[in-house]
């Protein structure tokens, strides 16, 4: 299990052994988002403008770095079927969607995201859902489906969303649209 304690002045990632009840601490510091790896044995954690690899034993400091321009971006998702993971870098048009391949060890640019954007994998790994969104205030965005393989990308809906997530069988979305009156939820 990994949690985060403090003030946003002074937070720390640690990671339990549930078993053991032991405690380590992982990380200081702030912006913090963390995804564990499918086989629990690897920890990322976006730090400041750092996206650092943890492995066990935990507690030793990270395995890797990398080092970027931005605390924007970074945020890790891995494949819930294998250790793929994506992240955001930033570029000078916003963003790029980025997938670390451990099987062939290669990081490859998936696809521009624009300014403003958030990403999930979908339940079996087949897709990546991707919202786009935009920093004025016209609040225009789009949600679309990625194949990670071929990097084909199918537009789901436009207009003013704010979220969307999968379901946990892969066969629904849920979408987050605010308009004039308030926010709606659609499936």
Do not use: C
Request: hydrophobic share 40%.
């Amino acid at each position: 299990m990994a949690f985060i304690t403090g003030t946003a002045e002074g937070l720390k990632v640690f990671v339990v052994n549930t078993i053991t009840k032991q405690t380590v601490e992982v990380v200081p510091g702030a912006p913090v988002y963390m995804d564990w790896s499918l086989d629990s044995k690897e920890l990322v954690v976006h730090n400041g403008n750092r996206l650092l690899t943890y492995k066990q034993p935990f507690g030793v400091g990270p395995s890797s770095a990398l080092d970027g321009v931005s605390i924007r971006y970074f945020a890790p998702d891995y494949a819930p079927d294998d250790d793929r993971l994506l992240f955001l870098v930033d570029t000078s048009d916003g963003a790029a969607l980025h997938m670390s391949n451990p099987a062939n060890g290669i990081l490859e640019r998936v696809l521009d995201a624009g300014a403003a954007a958030w990403f999930k994998w979908s339940p079996d790994g087949s897709s990546i859902m991707l919202l786009r969104g935009s920093l004025d205030a016209s609040g225009e965005s789009s949600i679309s489906i990625i194949d990670p393989a071929t990097r084909g990308e199918e537009f789901v809906a436009r207009g003013d969303y704010l979220l969307s997530m999968w379901s946990p069988d892969g066969r629904k979305r849920l979408l987050a649209r605010r308009n004039t009156d308030n926010t709606r939820l659609m499936l």
